[in-house]
Nanobody, 126 residues
Framework: QVQLVESGGGLAQAGGSLRLSCAASGRIFTSYVMGWFRQAPGKEREFVAAMRWSGSSTVYADSVKGRFTISRDNAKNTVYLQMNSLKLEDTAVYYC???????????????????WGQGTQVTVSS
């Protein structure tokens, strides 16, 4: 079992920055893929970024490429999402997720992730 707890959400102005954290506990293997997703009101959950727990194979959604960075701190068992140059359309609940497949392939489909955090709200204002 893996438990994920997000933090760091809040209110930011357009053009500003926020850093989300995802503290992971339980048995985590280097093949696991850690992802960030978001869901805005009335919209489906969408992929934001993901990486292998080993630190390799990072993937970003086109909408955040060049603005967001996913990283992890093995010592703290924590995955981060650094969000810069925030836009109004980045407003959403952000979820951390883990894919425990032994193959370690980074995928964008939410259905492939079997552990989820509770979510943290990010609101970007003009």
């Amino acid at each position: 079992q893996v438990q994920l707890v997000e933090s760091g959400g809040g209110l930011a102005q357009a053009g500003g920055s926020l850093r989300l954290s995802c503290a992971a506990s339980g048995r985590i293997f280097t093949s696991y893929v850690m992802g960030w997703f978001r869901q805005a009101p009335g919209k489906e959950r969408e992929f934001v970024a993901a990486m292998r727990w080993s630190g390799s194979s990072t993937v970003y959604a086109d909408s955040v490429k060049g603005r967001f960075t996913i990283s992890r701190d093995n010592a703290k068992n924590t995955v981060y999402l650094q969000m810069n140059s925030l836009k109004l359309e980045d407003t959403a609940v952000y979820y951390c997720a883990a894919d425990s497949s032994p193959y370690g392939r980074v995928v964008m489909a939410a259905s492939r992730y079997d552990y989820w955090g509770q979510g943290t709200q990010v609101t970007v204002s003009s």
